[in-house]
């Protein structure tokens, strides 16, 4: 994997398409590598997925589409930590846009318990789904060109709603 790194960036590539990732100096590469899996496993749904931009909210998605008729995200990506408060102000908010959420190397029950409570009085359109990246991810889902192999079916997921 170190051929891929050049001044903390990372160039990943899935289904066609590529991402030049960004590892801020603050942030661990597994916050980056659950950027580009999330990116990798919803882009065959959402073929205009972006990484780590501005949607006109006071929270900025790692990963998301916005519905350009609505000008409202249609899918928005967070990889760890994502506050109770957060996930309860999105869901109410947009409820029409589909949630997911990446865990690396920990349970996903403490966060299906906080994110049925956020969404248990919201009347949502769309589902909210937790993923739990295994500690291995890396070395197990991308290979050494940076190709991203990566499905449900190699995960542990909830989808609520």
Same mark, same amino acid.
């Given at each position: 994997?170190?051929?891929? +790194?050049?001044? !903390? /960036?990372?160039?990943?590539?899935? +289904? &066609?398409?590529?991402?030049?990732? *960004?590892?801020?100096?603050?942030? !661990?590469? #597994? +916050? ?19 990484? #780590? @931009? =501005? ?11 916005? %519905? ?8 928005? &990506?967070?990889? &760890?930590?994502?506050?109770?408060? /957060? @996930? ?7 409820? +029409? ?17 906080? *994110?049925?409570?956020? *969404?248990?009085?919201? %009347? !949502? ?14 070395? !197990?889902?991308?290979?050494?060109? &940076? ?5 449900? #079916?190699?995960?542990?997921? *909830? =989808?609520?709603?």
């Amino acid at each position: 994997m170190s051929d891929r +790194h050049l001044r !903390r /960036k990372l160039t990943l590539r899935a +289904h &066609g398409e590529q991402v030049v990732f *960004v590892k801020k100096k603050q942030e !661990r590469i #597994e +916050h980056v590598w659950m950027k580009a899996f999330l990116w990798a496993l919803y882009l065959p749904d959402y073929p205009d997925l972006t990484v #780590e @931009i =501005r949607v006109g909210d006071k929270y900025k998605p790692d990963v998301v589409q916005v %519905d350009p008729l609505r000008g409202q995200p249609m899918f928005w &990506g967070e990889a &760890g930590s994502v506050g109770v408060d /957060k @996930i309860a102000s999105l869901t109410r908010r947009y409820r +029409h846009t589909h949630f997911a959420m990446g865990k690396w190397a920990t349970s996903l029950d403490p966060y299906v318990a906080i *994110v049925r409570e956020a *969404v248990a009085d919201v %009347d !949502r359109a769309a589902p909210f789904d937790l993923l739990h990246f295994p500690a291995d991810s890396a070395n !197990r889902f991308i290979d050494a060109k &940076g190709h991203i192999a990566i499905t449900r #079916e190699d995960l542990d997921w *909830v =989808r609520i709603g």
